[in-house]
């Protein structure tokens, strides 16, 4: 084992170790330097990973531990900081079974009870570890809490409504729990990537669409790999390497965001009918506002003229700056944001003549 100081000195606790992500990033944590202590509900591959560690020259410790059970995580978390002093890191990998979840199904063929489950499963054993961990940082005044998500906590592909939901959750959990520890110098932050295809999950998903499409499983990975900017898989590594990074001290300043880790993943298929004419659109929209006049109020008949793709806001949005419209969020968002950052760097004040509402340029659109 090649061994750092990045994670020198830190007890890590990882729930879900004995999973593809889980084990990646608790080896990865203790080749860093890091003491591991892993739990799962698979006591023998738990203990499996911990001896690989240990062969590999690491320091691991292994529980079987059920990150649903709030007491039994509560007693371990207890015991792990009486005999270590702290605990530095928290990390749950805890996952569901895609087929249980209905991955690759469209919304409307989804059963509540296939909805429901990365819910009542995934996203309470993260609000129960996280929870406990909280409670030991907050009173030594440090430590990291990390979450883990994927690309469908933006809607961009069909079949991953659940999945997609429950890593929405836990994104704006994150983001609550970090402002409320943060005082008391506990980070809180969320690492998402993009189909992690050696991962277990990610496995059984492609083997679902091939199954479905009849088109063969490399030909799915390769379409994966397609959809970001470097044109290859990611790979469980990555997320490792990745997740030390974020808990180590060199990143002490993240906390409270997600860190996107899809090397450019895109948020609309390429192959979409209507993302070219979008993409020119956008463009010419903002070709079209006149800079000279830029500091100039713009409303009324002269908005419908030069602005006349600036899109409907719906009712009570206006704080948020969403709107209607047949795109993807995340392609959505990129032409907001492209519009409505060129306008409000000059304090533009734009009227929506559907709503009659002045809205002043501000970060509310950035």
């Known amino acids: 084992m090649n061994r750092s100081e990045m994670l020198h000195g830190k007890h890590a606790v990882i729930f879900g170790a004995g999973g593809s992500i889980g084990s990646a990033i608790a080896r990865q944590f203790a080749t860093e330097g890091a003491e591991v202590c892993l739990s ?3 006591a023998a591959r738990v203990h499996e990973v911990a001896k690989a560690i240990s062969n590999d020259g690491g320091r ?75 409670r030991h940082m907050v ?53 998402r990537t993009t189909a992690n295809v050696d991962s277990a999950a ?3 998903t492609v083997a679902i669409l ?33 997740a030390a990074f974020l808990v180590s001290d060199r990143a ?29 659109r956008s463009k010419k929209v903002l070709a079209r506002v006149d800079f000279a006049a830029r500091r ?9 003229a030069r602005v006349a793709w600036v899109p409907k806001l719906q009712d009570g949005a206006a704080g948020s700056g969403r709107r209607k419209m047949s795109a993807s969020a995340g392609f959505e968002r990129h032409c907001r944001q492209s519009l409505y950052r060129r306008l409000c760097h000059e304090r533009v004040c734009l009227v929506v003549p559907q709503h009659e509402r002045s809205l002043q340029g501000s970060r509310r659109f950035a």
């Open 40 to 42: 799962g509900r698979n």
């Open 60 to 134: 691991a410790r292994a529980a079987a531990i059920d990150a649903l059970d709030e007491v039994a995580v509560d007693s371990y978390l207890n015991e792990i900081a009486k005999r270590a002093g702290r605990i530095d890191i928290a990390f749950n990998a805890m996952g569901s079974d895609p087929r249980a979840y209905g991955n690759g199904k469209n919304t409307v063929d989804l059963s509540v009870e296939e909805f429901m489950l990365p819910l009542t499963s995934m996203v309470k054993s993260w609000f129960i570890t996280a929870r406990a961990s909280a």
């Open 139 to 191: 009173k030594q005044h440090s430590g990291v809490i990390l979450f883990l998500t994927g690309s469908p906590a933006r809607g961009h592909v069909e079949g991953a409504t659940s999945i997609g939901t429950a890593f929405g959750a836990i994104e704006t959990f994150m983001e609550n729990l970090a402002f409320q520890v943060g005082r008391a110098g506990v980070r809180v932050v969320c690492l």
């Open 202 to 204: 990610i496995e059984q």
């Open 210 to 242: 091939s199954d479905r499409s009849k088109v063969p499983k490399d030909e799915i990975v390769a379409q994966i790999a397609s959809l970001n900017f470097l044109k290859v898989p990611a790979r469980v590594a990555d997320t490792a390497k990745t």
């Open 252 to 280: 002490r300043m993240i906390t409270g965001t997600v860190v996107n880790s899809s090397a450019g993943r895109r948020w609309i298929d390429r192959s979409s009918a209507g993302f070219a004419q979008l993409w020119r």
């Open 296 to 304: 100039a109020t713009i409303s009324g008949r002269t908005t419908r």
